[in-house]
């Protein structure tokens, strides 16, 4: 799946086809990644929680850049595989583009935990957290009415 997460996917094996190798450009036309999430869709109609209709949707919407629609199957695969490495970290990196940052957040502070041996994830916390700490000083006060 591809998705930017800050860098923490460039050394992650995936079992993914080699076109869709995380920091490669969709090599697929729009037109026909469009046809690929409709079909996804219908599959999904009949069977809402078969798994590689759900990651084969996420997969076309990520490479079409609707991080939004990627949510929903990325979601729900996350529920039924809450400890899958590469579930969490597409999660994340799509949290993070839909500016959900306490979600993101809440991944990573997850794969801490599971993966302690990688320094890659606290690393990545500390960055997000440095991060949610400049922004909220650059936020003006709420102002009382």
């Known amino acids: 799946m591809v998705v930017p ?4 996917l460039k ?3 995936s079992n ?4 869709n190798q995380p ?14 999430v409709k ?4 599959i999904l109609e009949r069977e809402p929680d078969n798994p590689t ?9 990520l490479q079409l850049k609707d991080f939004i629609g990627a949510r929903e199957p990325l979601e729900k ?4 595989y809450p400890d899958n490495l590469e579930v969490m970290l597409v999660l994340y990196g799509t949290r993070l583009q839909t500016q959900d940052v306490s979600g993101a957040k809440s991944i990573l502070e997850k794969l801490v935990k599971n993966y302690p041996q990688e320094p890659k994830f606290k ?6 957290n440095q991060a949610i700490a400049a922004a909220s000083k650059q936020r003006p006060p709420e102002t009382k009415k």
């Open 123 to 128: 690393e990545e916390l500390t960055r997000l």
């Open 11 to 13: 050394n992650n094996n």
């Open 16 to 19: 993914f086809p080699q076109g």
């Open 5 to 8: 997460t800050l860098g923490l």
């Open 77 to 80: 695969l996350y529920q039924k």
């Open 23 to 36: 920091g490669q450009e969709a090599t697929i036309p729009p037109e026909k990644l469009e046809e690929m």
């Open 39 to 42: 079909g996804y869709e219908k």
């Open 53 to 61: 209709a759900l990651q084969g949707l996420a997969q076309a919407r």
